[in-house]
């Protein structure tokens, strides 16, 4: 079982940053996996928004965030960051970690586990 345990969010005016913090613990977690984040917006879908290797190397994005977000990861304390810039008001959602066997199942929603969110709120 794998438990990840998100940070970081709040409240924020547009054009401001944010910077969301994942910490992975449990008996089968491993530094082998890949990791990412998802949002939730208010009364839509959940979307794929990030999502990086198990060694950094390989980066997605989805294109709405492409250029104002950065994902980045530190195996030696098992957390995953993401840096967003320039917010704006449709960036408003619950931000979930996520972690899976690769990236690119990441980047496709095929999740192995999810946290359990931290809301982010951009004012206009």
């Known amino acids: 079982q794998v438990q990840l345990v998100e940070s970081g969010g709040g409240l924020v005016q547009a054009g401001g940053s944010l910077r969301l913090s994942c910490v992975a613990s449990g008996r089968t977690f491993s530094s082998s996996y890949a990791m990412g984040w998802f949002r939730r917006p208010p009364g839509k879908e959940r979307e794929f928004v990030a999502a990086i290797s198990s060694l950094g190397i390989t980066t997605y994005y989805a294109d709405s965030v492409r250029g104002r977000f950065a994902i980045s990861r530190d195996n030696a304390k098992n957390t995953v960051s993401l840096q967003m810039n320039s917010l704006k008001p449709e960036d408003t959602a619950v931000y979930y970690c996520?972690?899976?066997?690769?990236?690119?199942?990441?980047?496709?929603?095929?999740?192995?586990?999810w946290g359990q969110g931290t809301q982010v709120t951009v004012s206009s």
């Open positions: 996520t972690t899976s066997t690769s990236a690119a199942s990441l980047k496709t929603d095929r999740v192995d586990y």
